[in-house]
């Protein structure tokens, strides 16, 4: 059985989980950070590389996998290590420090821990029409633009996701439809306006009926409201539905939480000793899930964790400009 020492664990390696493994070197602590996915960047790395950021601070855009390359340059200074494809299972307090069991059975042993975990683990929602074709022209994500390069492309739903690949793959592709089941959009608002004005096709209150092709997909018929059929051109289809969170062993560990959220206080603290949490994963009264504001909670909760890894410590740590 592996033992790791440190005085921090932070438990998910996305964006906010990076700057609090950076920030807590920066406060001379010694640090773990842990992950079930195989690579620094979590959600932002598995999903949403190309991605270009609009809300981080000092970056009027960025993409995704620059910003998480930053981030894991920073995080590199801590001296932190990394134990990443595994998942933190069990958590037990000691009078003075949390053990935390992973699933390959290497014991954490910290004074304090920092849940960073985003949404958890996630899997896609399934597009039904396209059970047969993934992997063979139907995905769920879009890692990469070029393989779209000069193919029609289908887009199925109405947020976030969906729109921020119609409009990176509409340069690329020979043409871009984007399906909805209905004529509303969760999708922030500027990002509609820009596409709706784009040469991508908007098609609402449809949805995909039949995929076809012999081996590779070169169809997609639609549903329309009102019964109408419509046939489209598709050797590639992206299910941009949404996830189903979860956030797994971490549910039994009696955290209060609020619709699979963990609650925490201003200075980011659980109902747990010793257990903070910091980024899309918290709940409190006026709530913002961005990624600019996980970077503060993550200061905020490191710098009141210091406390109590070391009682001798502050809670502010002094400016970093200063000499």
């Not at 139907?138 to 729109?163: C, L, M, N």
């Not at 076809?212 to 941009?240: I, N, Y």
């Amino acid at each position: 059985m592996n033992h790791v020492d440190v005085d921090l664990l932070v438990i998910g390696a996305g964006p906010s989980g990076l700057f609090a493994t950076y920030y807590a070197g920066f406060r001379g602590m010694r640090v773990a950070l842990v992950d079930s996915l195989p690579e620094l960047g979590g959600q932002v790395t598995a999903m949403y590389p190309e991605k270009a950021i609009l809300d981080v601070a000092g970056f009027p855009r960025v993409k995704g996998r620059d910003l998480v390359a930053g981030l894991v340059e920073q995080a590199d200074t801590a001296g932190a290590e990394y134990l990443l494809g595994r998942t933190a299972v069990e958590l037990e307090h000691g009078e003075d420090e949390v053990r935390v069991t992973l699933d390959d059975d290497t014991v954490v042993v910290a004074k304090a821990v920092l849940v960073t975990a985003g949404i958890g683990k996630f899997s896609p929602r399934p597009l039904p029409a396209g059970s047969d074709w993934i992997g063979r022209g139907v995905e769920f994500f879009v890692p990469d633009f070029e393989p779209y390069r000069g193919k029609d492309v289908v887009i199925v739903g109405g947020g976030d996701s969906a729109f921020d690949w119609a409009q990176s793959l509409e340069p690329l592709a020979r043409s871009v439809t984007l399906v909805h089941r209905r004529d509303a959009f969760r999708a922030h608002q500027r990002t509609v306006d820009e596409v709706t004005a784009s040469s991508v096709r908007i098609i609402t209150k449809a949805q995909v009926s039949q995929m076809r092709g012999t081996d590779t997909l070169t169809e997609v018929e639609l549903e329309v409201d009102g019964g109408e059929r419509v046939v489209l051109p598709a050797q590639a289809v992206v299910a941009a539905l949404g996830f189903v969170a979860d956030l797994g062993p971490i549910q039994q560990w009696g955290l209060e939480t609020e619709k699979r959220h963990i609650v925490v206080d201003s200075s980011m603290r659980t109902n747990l000793p010793r257990v903070f949490a910091a980024g899309d994963i918290t709940q409190y009264p006026g709530k913002v899930r961005l990624i600019a504001v996980g970077f503060g909670e993550a200061a905020t909760a490191v710098n009141n964790a210091a406390v109590v890894v070391d009682p001798t410590a502050h809670v502010f740590p002094g400016h970093s400009s200063e000499g």
